[in-house]
């Protein structure tokens, strides 16, 4: 199914990847959000778990080896097209955010991004992301520790 004007929302996969007080950051080189950052992620492929898809994109994207620790959130990336000689809903994603921790490897960008870095969560502000993407990765330290809270 072509991305963008889709018959139906696609389901992506965005993954906030923590290794102690950084988080790591792609910059995209595909639409939507071209040249912006966030966090690493994709499109789920047939037969593939959200959990498989999370660990795929953030090896094709950066190199790095995560484990997946839950569920952050679902977010809805909708937007109509601003071009006037087209109308309708440009792209429709339906996002499911999952909170990771770093394995192993160092940023390189790969696949669909120009860039990869791990950012200190406190320099934030200097990345200007999508409004959403802030908050899940505002989240993402919480469902960690919730989670290893109950495997103790």
Same mark, same amino acid.
């Given at each position: 199914?072509?991305?963008?004007?889709?018959?139906?929302?696609?389901?992506?996969?965005?993954?906030?990847?923590?290794?102690?007080e950084s988080v790591l950051l792609v910059r995209r080189g595909t639409p939507p959000r071209v040249g912006q950052?966030?966090?690493?992620?994709?499109?789920?492929?047939? +037969? #593939?778990? $959200? !959990?498989?898809?999370? @660990?795929? *994109?953030?090896?094709?994207?950066?190199?790095i080896s995560i484990t997946v620790k839950g569920l952050i959130d679902v977010v809805d990336l909708i937007r109509?097209?601003?071009?006037?000689?087209?109308?309708?809903?440009?792209?429709?994603?339906?996002?499911?955010?999952?909170?990771?921790?770093?394995?192993? +490897? #160092?940023? $390189? !960008?790969?696949?669909? @991004?120009? *860039?990869?870095?791990?950012?200190?969560?406190?320099?934030?502000?200097?990345?200007?992301?999508?409004?959403?993407?802030?908050?899940?990765?505002?989240?993402?330290?919480?469902?960690?520790?919730?989670?290893?809270?109950?495997?103790?």
């Amino acid at each position: 199914m072509k991305r963008d004007f889709p018959d139906r929302p696609l389901v992506g996969v965005g993954v906030v990847v923590l290794k102690g007080e950084s988080v790591l950051l792609v910059r995209r080189g595909t639409p939507p959000r071209v040249g912006q950052w966030s966090i690493p992620g994709g499109g789920q492929e047939l +037969g #593939e778990t $959200v !959990a498989e898809a999370a @660990v795929r *994109e953030v090896l094709e994207e950066t190199g790095i080896s995560i484990t997946v620790k839950g569920l952050i959130d679902v977010v809805d990336l909708i937007r109509p097209s601003e071009d006037p000689d087209r109308t309708g809903i440009e792209f429709h994603y339906t996002l499911i955010d999952l909170a990771a921790v770093w394995l192993e +490897g #160092e940023p $390189v !960008a790969g696949d669909d @991004v120009t *860039e990869a870095r791990w950012v200190p969560t406190n320099d934030l502000a200097d990345y200007i992301l999508w409004s959403e993407t802030e908050r899940i990765i505002r989240l993402a330290g919480d469902v960690i520790s919730r989670k290893s809270a109950l495997a103790e």
